[in-house]
Every structure is written in C-alpha cells, then in structure tokens.
C-alpha cells in the first residue's frame, strides 16, 4: 500500500491523474444539491430543550418572526403631520409584506374609549390627513401612555418609533421566503425615505437577523475566499519561490475544497453560517501538507537527485509524518461533533473529510503534478530562514535553563487570566459594527427597547382560566414585578388590557383602571374586546384558544447572555415561590441562544479533552515511548490555554465560535510537535546525537516548514477575521493566537524541556559551542 | 417589403387591441352575470320571515387542542333595511347570558348593542371593525353575518364541479374598506344557490382562510340550511367548525325581539 501510494505519483502520473480527475468530477457533482440555511434554527438540535419550549409556545400563540421598522425623525419627533403620515403609510404598505399576519403601529392601535353608554374602537390614527396641531398632541398623550405602547412602538420622549410586523413563514422553501420578505421590506423602506426624506428607517428583527446571517456568509464567500486564495499564493510564493508549487498546491485545495463540497451535497447536509467557512479551513490545512513535500523535494533536488527521486525521496520522508498530522488534525475538527450546535458539527465534519482528502491528494495527485510540470528548485537554499532557524536553536540550547522556566511562569501567570472571559452569546453580536441589522438593533436598544426577550407563558390548566381573577391578579403581579426590575424596558400583558377596558367600561373613570372583580365581567369584557377588533389585531398572540393560559412578554435591554440566563433563573423561580398553584413556561430565541452557548462550552471543553485523549497515545506509539508521549501533552495542551488568557485581554467574551476553536487547532497543534519530536527522535536514536545537537538538528530539518505553515495558516485564519460574522471572526483570531502561541512552545518551551528532560536522566555532558549545529548541505 | 411589414404591423395591433377590448367587454359581461346570481340567490333565499337555530362552535389548533363554545343565534329578515340579528352567548358560561344585537346596514358600519350581564349594562359598540375572530374561532363575524347583495360587487369567473356539484364560481369585492379580505371566491352551488366554498385572500392577496359548508337540508320547501360549516386558517393552522341545529322558521319573532331593551330580558 505504501508502495503504491508512493510511486503511484511519481511513476504513473497520467494514470494518478485521470484516475484523481475521474474521482473529482463523480464526487464534486454532489455540490449541485448542496443548499444553504441561515434561518437561526439551524444553531439547534432537534431535541433542544429550549427549541421545544419555543416552538410549543409558537404553535399555541403565534409565531413570532418579525421585521421591524425602526423610524427615527431627523426632527426628533414622531408626532408632526409628516411623520405620522409616514407610520400610517408605512403601516398600509407593511400588509402587503409577504406571509405577513400582524402588524402593529401607533397609528392603527385599537384605542379603546368610552363616550357614555358607548364604547368606541378605532385606530388612533384614522386619517393624517386630517390631523391639527391639538389632535395630534391628544394623540401623543394617548400613546406615550399606553402601557402596550410605550418603550416599545413609541420611546417616552416621543422621538422614535417602530412598526413591527409578524410573518408567519411556512418554511416549506425557508431561503426564498427570507428573500421575499427581506426584498418587500426593503422596498418599502426606500420608497418612504424617497417620500419622506426627513426621516431614517431602519430595519432589525429576526427575519433581518436571519438575512444578515445569509448575507453575511455569502460576503465571506465572495470576497474572503479569493483574498485567501491571494494570501495563500504569495506566501508559497515567496517562501518557496516556485510558480509550479504554488499552482501546484492551489489546485489541490480546490480539489480538496470542490470533492468535499460534493460529498456533503451527496450527503444531503446543507450549509450553514458557521459550515460556510470550511473551504477556508481546508485549503488552509492543505497548504500545510504540500509545503512539507515541496521544501523537503527541493531538499532533495539540490542535493543532486532528478526531480522524480527527490518528489520520491520527500514522500518517503513524509509519508508518515503528514498522515499522522492530518489523522491529527482530522480528529481534533471531528472532537467538533461534541458540539450541540449542528452547524459547528458539520463544520467539524467537513474539514475532517477535507483534510484526509487534502492528504490523499497531496500524496498521489500533487506529485503527479509535480512530475508533469517543470519545476525548478530555487538556485540556494532559503538561507534566511535556515540562518533564522540557526539562530532560534542556539538561542534555545544555550538558555534553556532560564527558557524553561521563564517561559513556563509567563504562560502560568497568562493561564491566570482565564477565568476573566465571560460567557456572551448575544446574537445581535454575532455580526460587526458594519453590518446594518447590528446598527439598527443596537441603536433601537439605546433609543426605544432592546431586542432580547423572555416570553412567560403562564397555565391554569383549566379552560376559561385566565379569566379567574385571582389568576389576572397574579399575571398582574408578576407583570408589575418584572416592570420594577431595571433590565425590564417592556412587559406586554393581558392585565393592562383588563384594567384598560374596565375603565372604559365605567366612561373612562380612572378610578376604574382596576382589574374586574368577577370572573364573569372578565369574560365578558375579552368577548366584548375580542368582537371589536379588526383581522390582524386580535388576541390570539396572547390568549390560547381555550383561554386556560397567557403570555407575557418582557422586553429587555441589552445585556450579556449569563445575565440574560440569571435573569430567567431569577423570574421562573420568584414565580413558582408567589404562585405554585400556576404553572409558568419561559422561552425566546435570545434564551435558546443563550443555554446553547453555554451548554456549547461544556461539551466542547469534553470534547477537545477525549479528542487529546486519543491522541496522545497515537503520538506515544509514533514515537515509541510513554516518556514523550507525556511530555508532547505539555505544547499540547498549554496554546489553547494561553491563547484564553490571552483572549481575556482582548475582548474576554466567550461565545458559540470561541468554544469550537481548542477542538479545531488541537490538531494543527498537535502537528507542531509531533513534526519536531519526531525529528528530534531521529537525531537521538538513529543518529546517536546528544539532546543539544538533536534539537539543532530539529531545528534545521522542521523548522523553516514549521515556520512557513505557521504563516500560512496565521495569515488564513486572520482572514476569516474579517468576516462581518463575528462567529466566524473570533474563530479566526483565535486559532491564529493558537498556532502562533504553539509555535512559540515549539520552537522554545518543547525544546528546552527536551534537553532537560533528557539531561536529568543522564549525567549532563558539556556541550560545546558551535558543534550542535547540523548541517545537510 | 417595408410595406408589408407596416401592414402586418398594423394588423398585430389591430388584432391586440380587439382582443383588449374584447377582454374589457368580457369583464363587464363577467360582472353582470355575477351579480345576476348574487341577486337571484339573495331571491332564492328571501322570504323567510324570521329563523332562530343553535350553534356549536369547535376551536382548533396546530396541535389538536380543542375549545367549545355555544351560542343561539335569532334573525329577522326586514324588506328594505338589512336584517337584525341576536347572538345569546350559553357557553363557556362565564359568558353565560351575554347578548349581542345587530342591524345590519349594507354600506354603513352595521349598529352593534352588547349586554353584559356581570355589569348589568348595555354598551353600544361603535367600530368598524367586523373582521377580529368571533369568540377567539377563526370566524369573524363579517364571515358569519347575513348576505346582502349590497355588500359587494362581484365577477362571474366560471362553471366547476367541487365536491361533486355543479357550481358557478363567483368572485365578491366587498365594498365596505373594513373588510378583512379584499377578495372571496365562492363556490355557489348552481341548484341550492348557497355557496359551498370559500375562499377568503387577504391584503396582500394571498390565500387566508377556506370555509367548506356542508350538509344542506331544505326547510320548508324551499330554504337551504347548513348543518356543519369548516373554517381553516391557512396561515395559523387553526381552524373552527359551526355545528348549526334546531333551525326553526318563522317562529313569530318581530322587530320588538330585536330592541336594545330585550336585551336584558334574555337568558
């Protein structure tokens, strides 16, 4: 097998190729059926907990996806003829939004007033038009009052206001549906700001999040992937200096990227978000495989053999090495299935599959390419780099004693400043500053509400129930409760409506603004209100159908997700402690989000622990001895710790992308080591080298590869960095602070430790100055 | 050459612009006869005098979760205003005896009276508004009041057969702007003249709700009532059936039946 696989390139190119060529076109034609879905469901399984309490609350209210209309005078005032006109517009137009089956404004509110005997039920805007100066500060006065209203379709100050429309998507073709919508919306939008050129509009809501995810993943698409592509391309370029091994390597990580795509849509999986940044990752990983083969075949080369030997010579020597760091690597993306977040999954899944296609291609068809183009080695040796390699290793070996420790107490004191990273999922942060359904969110967070919510549903379990008024007692409790706590900016509650009708019902009394005394009057009142209001407007987002249970609907300001879950702790338990005899569920998207991340964390730090687990005793067999294996656990383990702590001073909020990144660079990091100690093995055992000269000689034969991998691969995942979807940024900075940081261990920490290690055994023996230094040439 | 090709122009445009014109004159002949059959149903159906019959009301949801209701319902047929009706509220009983009056008027906004029992009190109800959900069902009761062929105009669209019977299928434009659907297609059984399917779209025009009526029985000879009437919410999932029983006509209810002062006086 290993024969064959060796000589398959070399030997029999054209054959390698067809058969490489055959197997591409029958897998890749699977990216045809590939789909992708930005919906913000796709982030949970099936059997979330939280998914479920949120869809059971969905099928016995109504859904609530929604856009929304931010609208935000240039006058500073809502109540002006103009503006007024423009929410009415706005209002009339938002109908015509495709699935739409609500829509709520200041204009078409159901004021509910009393003129005698009468009870009147009419929009509080009926006509613009018509509107004085006396009529629209009544007007005013009637919203910035009403509790439905006020902090969350009108600010108290009167100087923003939202329209907020709820679609009821039957998600049969989810991905059209988004584009219909967000299309209509948009649409609108700039047709009244033509109009009404005084005023901005912004949009936010979850069907805008939705969109700003898809739209996000397709930017990444459009211009990340081709810059990575540049980045790669110079860098093979200019540290190896070959035209051939640059489009050499280019071609196998689109092959790698192309066949993996093709399976997944064999597969059926479909892309998501967080999925969409695996072909970066891949081709990523790939570069890493074909330099090894390239720097060591035109080792070869310039030592004197044909082009074909040296293609032959370097698979030889690296044969095992790249199979063991992709097997490595491939496992560390697969520990990624322990996240509870599909997408990270499939993420995980996809560069697994990609990275062991990377290395069967890097071994059969990158050296049919090699042999079938013309390539030259670079006149002499990348001096630079081996100068620089000289450098770092006879730093290393003559400071070890200080290195070992130091760099040991460095790392130990940066380890310290992990537990200052907090926990922050806020979806509204899964995107950066530029992305305008960030700035709409945020900015109606500062003026109006935030966009967190947690929706209580609270049960009698006996129908008509809610009418009971020691039931509406206590939804009023606890809705006066929730108002009184500073987090809360909105409650939205069936007691207002109560209190609300029964005053109209004494001719707006205020005296009467009370809740009704007697179940009946309650009944009977909801019939009476249910009766007088138009299609669209009715009650049925807050009453089940056989009315034995509620909802309330906090709205929250913006605040950190383990707050967000504190809070939820804190109302679900000052609940069950005033009203045991009721039962309350609580659900929202922010909530789903917020468990997930958390829930994420844990698993994932499980995760990436029996992914080391299984790998250390693979490392232990390569390397033929438990001793080393032990030792390669230390830069193992310590880049992910301390690119944390390091984390904690940059930005120290940990969410969804973070707790994916130990798992994912387990494996680069992993390579690292084993490349080194493999070397350093070599050089004790078969060359009979002391520790000094052995880790010279590591120095001299992995290092300048070690060196550019390190580069390539920083300079891909800072790449990803400047994805606008922040989940997939923070990943990138991440796993950049990781490698470099194992590099750092590497080239500084692993050696010392090996010299001291194998020196404590031994009587030291003194080591002179200039003999360490391997050369081959 | 170029000639010929200015004739044949000519001619493709002449020939567009009869077709054009044709259409407009098929779409007034369209509505006509839709409002021929609107009339003769309205014919049809007319002289009853006064009717009073017990209704059911099944709620349901996405999930199968059930509610009932049950009300009676009371109307007089007046000749040259729109017909009063009288909803009494039985059941779920903390309504019990909560009464709701009707005059239904063709273009205005209809008169509405509610007594509230637990208040004691008649309250008028002055809205526009027809086209919430009656009782929380997935009726309105717009969907539920008297037809008039004021009400609409209308556009005959074609002979089908829908559940098994010969139908004329008629589009209805409601007049009132408060309508809850700008659009209805009706199935209009072609011997009883009732309809037996609609199709209520929305503002956007998309496909709301269907009502499917069932189970006709002829009355007095001549008058065609329902027994089961099935409304689906497609947009929600939830639908509500009417289970209609006890129709009784011409039970000597006049227009003192139908006072606000009545109202009280039910049970």
Known sequence: ?777 | MFKSMLSKLLVVVLLISGQAYSAQSNDVAAQEKGLRIAKKAKKLDSGWGDSQSEVEMILRNKHDQESRRAIRSKSLELKDEGDKSLIIFDEPLDVKGTAFLNFSNPIEPDDQWLYLPALKRIKRISSRNKSGPFMGSEFSYEDMSSFEVEKYTYKYLRDETAEGRECFVLEYYPVDKYSGYPRQVVWLDKEMYQPIKTEYYDRKDSLLKTLKVTDYKRYQGKFWRPDKLEMTNHLNGKSTVLLMANYRFSTGLDERDFSQNTLKRLR
């Open chain 1, 1 to 777: 097998m290993r024969e064959f696989i060796l000589k398959s390139g070399v030997r029999r190119p054209f054959v390698t190729l067809l058969a490489s060529l055959l197997f591409i076109i029958a897998t890749s034609w699977g990216a045809g059926y590939l789909t992708f879905k930005s919906d913000s469901r796709v982030f949970f399984e099936e059997s979330n907990p939280q998914l479920q309490a949120f869809d059971r609350m969905e099928a016995v209210y109504s859904q609530s996806d929604n856009v929304a209309f931010l609208i935000v005078p240039k006058s500073g005032d809502v109540f002006t003829k103009e503006n007024l006109s423009l929410i009415y517009d706005l209002t009339e137009q938002a109908w015509q939004t495709p699935y739409s089956s609500r829509v709520d404004s200041i204009t078409n509110y159901q004021h509910t007033f009393a003129t005698g005997d009468d009870l009147i039920v009419e929009d509080l805007v009926l006509d613009p038009e018509v509107l004085d100066t006396q009529r629209m500060e009544e007007i005013r006065a009637i919203a910035v009052n009403e509790p439905l209203l006020a902090k969350r379709l009108i600010s108290t100050e009167g100087h923003v206001s939202l329209v907020n429309v709820t679609v009821q998507m039957p998600g049969t073709n989810a991905e059209q549906e988004l584009t219909d919508v967000s299309t209509f919306v948009r649409q609108i939008r700039d047709n009244l700001l033509e109009k009404y050129p005084n005023t901005e509009i912004h949009l936010t809501g979850l069907v805008m999040m939705d969109v700003a995810f898809a739209e996000a993943a397709l930017a990444d698409n459009n211009t990340l992937m081709p810059l990575m592509f540049l980045v790669v391309m110079v860098a093979i370029g200019l540290l190896l200096r070959t035209i051939t091994g640059t489009i050499s390597t280019l071609l196998i990580a689109i092959v790698a990227i192309v066949v993996t795509l093709g399976v997944t849509g064999w597969l059926g999986i479909y892309l998501t978000p967080p999925s969409a940044a695996a072909p970066i990752m891949i081709l990523t990983v790939v570069v890493a495989d074909c330099v090894h083969i390239l720097t060591n075949m035109f080792h070869e080369m310039r030592k004197g053999f044909d082009k074909r030997q040296a293609i032959y010579n370097s698979l030889e020597h690296n044969l095992k090495a790249i199979f063991i760091t992709s097997a490595t690597t491939a496992l560390g993306f697969l520990s990624m299935n322990f996240s509870d977040v599909p997408p990270f999954q499939d993420l995980g899944n996809m560069v697994a599959f990609g990275v062991m296609m990377a290395f069967l291609f890097s071994v059969t068809l990158f050296p049919a390419l090699l042999a079938i183009l013309p390539i030259k080695p670079f006149k002499q040796d990348v001096k630079e780099h081996s100068g620089l390699m000289a450098g770092v290793s006879n730093f290393v070996v003559k400071n070890y004693r200080i290195l070992l420790p130091s760099t040991l107490f460095a790392m130990l004191i940066i380890l310290f400043l992990i537990p200052r990273n907090e926990l922050n999922d806020r979806y509204v942060e899964f995107f950066d500053e530029s992305v305008p359904f960030r700035m709409a969110t945020e900015l109606m967070g500062k003026e109006l509400s935030g966009v967190d919510t947690i929706e209580f549903s609270i049960e009698t379990g006996t129908a008509n129930g809610i009418n009971d008024p020691k039931v509406i007692a206590a939804i009023e409790h606890f809705s006066e409760w929730l108002r009184t706590l500073p987090e809360v900016d909105h409650v939205n509650t069936l007691s207002d409506i109560f209190k609300r009708l029964n005053k109209n019902m004494h001719g707006d009394d205020p005296a009467w603004y009370k809740l009704p005394e007697g179940k009946e009057l309650a009944a009977q009142y909801l019939l009476l209100y249910e009766m007088s209001l138009p299609v669209g407007l009715d009650l049925n987002n807050q009453i089940n159908v056989d009315k034995s249970s509620t909802r309330v609907v906090a709205t929250l300001e913006n605040m950190p997700t383990y707050e967000l879950l504190e809070l939820e702790e804190l109302t679900t338990a000052w609940f069950a402690t005033n009203y045991p005899e009721l039962k309350l569920e609580a659900a929202s998207i922010s909530l789903m989000f917020a468990h997930v991340s958390k829930k994420n964390i844990n698993s994932m730090l499980l995760g990436s622990v029996l992914a080391l687990l299984l790998i250390s005793p693979i490392l232990g067999m390569v390397m033929g001895s438990v001793k080393y294996g032990v030792i390669s656990l230390l830069p193992n383990l310590l880049p992910a710790g301390v690119a944390f702590g390091i984390w904690a001073l940059l930005s120290a909020e940990v969410g969804l992308g973070l707790s994916v990144v130990i798992g994912m660079t387990l494996g680069i990091v992993v390579d690292d080591t084993v490349h080194f100690m493999s070397k350093y093995l070599t050089a004790r055992r078969e060359k009979n080298m002391s520790p000094e000269e052995a880790v010279h000689y590591s120095f001299q034969s992995v290092g300048p590869a070690l060196w550019f991998t390190t580069v390539v691969l920083v300079a891909g995942f800072l790449i990803m960095a400047l994805s606008t979807y922040r989940v997939n940024a923070d990943m990138g900075v991440m796993t950049a602070i990781t490698i470099v940081i194992a590099l750092l261990v590497d080239f500084l920490l692993l050696p010392s430790l090996l010299i001291a290690a194998d020196k404590i055994r031994k009587d030291p023996q003194p080591v002179e100055e200039n003999s360490g230094i391997v050369t081959q040439n």
